[in-house]
């Protein structure tokens, strides 16, 4: 699966971005599709994902103020992202999963959010 990841930029605190990742492959495919991110000197971290059965999983400090979505015949996962602040500033990376045999995991080349206060 490649995933192609855009829409990230520079905002001030407070603004609002909207992330978006195309998939190679058909989400009725993939089994998880979203997005981590990792800040300078610190391990890379779960924001949000969306799972089979429509399922959501978002890292605590983005809960309330960043929202997943996908369009499953663009094959496209959404993150709109609001109320920013400096230290949601990261490389933001698009990651998806498929489980036949095996579980595969799959990145995307990631896109850089700068929130500047």
């Known amino acids: 699966v490649q995933l192609q990841a855009s829409g990230g930029g520079s905002v001030q605190a407070g603004g609002s971005l909207r992330l978006s990742c195309a998939a190679s492959?058909?989400?009725?495919?993939?089994?998880?599709v979203g997005w981590y991110r990792q800040a300078p000197g610190k391990q890379r971290e779960l924001v949000a994902v969306l799972s089979s059965g429509s399922r959501t999983n978002y890292g605590d400090s983005v809960k309330g103020r960043f929202t997943i979505s996908s369009d499953n015949y663009k094959n496209t996962v959404y993150l709109q992202m609001n109320s920013l602040a400096p230290e949601d500033t990261a490389v933001y990376y698009c990651y998806a999963r498929t489980t036949t045999t095996v579980v595969s995991e799959y990145w995307g080349q990631g896109t850089q959010v700068t929130v500047s206060s």
């Open positions: 492959r058909s989400f009725f495919s993939i089994n998880a």
